[in-house]
């Protein structure tokens, strides 16, 4: 079994900063790809930011500048520095991994976090 922990939602007023934290627990031999995706009230879940194993990244369009995705391999960890918060960006907050692990038979899993809630005041 694998699980992902998310960790550092809140509130915070616009213009503030927050950081996700994302960590994987279980038998992982190998993470692939790293995502956060946002799901805020009426709205679909959308992909915020992806990392792959090695490191290239890419962005939603409202994240681009504001938000850095970041991993670190030995720790099986992600992270989502979010600064200049806006209240567009309340929602949700779920992390996704590509793993490969779990319990024997061994092989490649998708994982999703419980979700953190981000709320931003305005």
């Known amino acids: 079994q694998v699980q992902l922990v998310e960790s550092g939602g809140g509130l915070v007023q616009a213009g503030g900063s927050l950081r996700l934290s994302c960590a994987a627990a279980?038998?992982?031999?190998?993470?692939?790809?790293m995502g956060w995706y946002r799901q805020a009230p009426g709205k679909q879940r959308e992909l915020v930011a992806r990392?792959?194993?090695?490191?290239?990244?890419n962005y939603v369009d409202s994240a681009k500048g504001r938000f850095t995705i970041s991993r670190d391999n030995a720790k099986n960890t992600g992270y989502l520095q979010m600064n200049s918060l806006k209240p567009e960006d309340t929602a949700v907050y779920y992390c996704?991994?590509?793993?490969?692990?779990?319990?024997?038979?061994?092989?490649?899993?998708?994982?999703w976090g419980q979700g953190t809630l981000v709320t931003v005041s305005s």
């Open positions: 996704h991994a590509e793993v490969f692990g779990g319990t024997w038979p061994y092989r490649n899993l998708e994982v």
């Open positions: 990392i792959t194993s090695g490191g290239s990244t």
């Open positions: 279980g038998t992982i031999f190998s993470m692939n790809a």
